[in-house]
């Protein structure tokens, strides 16, 4: 590989880092925009909360809440969207024991040792999904040929 092969595959990397990078940028500036959106509806919660002691209609009826509670369920979901994407762009795992990141090809968990369990993925059909894939939409099986 000649000296200028050699800088343009540097250059593709640095590329390719800087456009992951961007991209990991723009999840996280999502999430905030999305925590600050969760704090607006909090908030809003608050108010109508307040709103119904000032006017001793106590306790509040949910229907004046559910539309904040629903847009905050929302949010949340959007932002752990956003964490898998950010954990995907960075090759990166969480431990489902303390919640730390270790790299996406790590054994164990460099702070609590928790043993990452290994998927194996098989090409090879069994025999249910074969029979299954035997079927055609409609249930039927398709006629054989002679």
Request: with cysteine; glycine share 4%.
């Amino acid at each position: 590989m000649s000296f200028f092969d050699k800088f343009k595959a540097g250059m593709n990397d640095a590329g390719n880092k800087a456009k992951t990078l961007v991209e990991i940028n723009k999840l996280k500036l999502q999430n905030h925009n999305k925590k600050n959106e969760i704090d607006k509806q909090l908030l809003e919660i608050g108010r109508a909360v307040y709103t119904v002691n000032e006017a001793d209609q106590w306790p509040p009826d949910q229907e004046s809440i559910q539309p904040y509670v629903r847009q905050i369920r929302q949010l949340k979901q959007e932002i752990e969207q956003n964490q898998l994407q950010i954990l995907n762009l960075t090759e990166e795992k969480v431990c489902r024991e303390c919640g730390h990141h270790a790299a996406v090809n790590a054994t164990t968990c460099s702070h609590c040792g928790h043993v990452f369990q290994v998927i194996q993925v098989t090409a090879e059909p069994n025999d249910e999904e074969t029979k299954e894939a035997r079927f055609l939409p409609d249930g039927n099986e398709p006629e054989e040929r002679k």
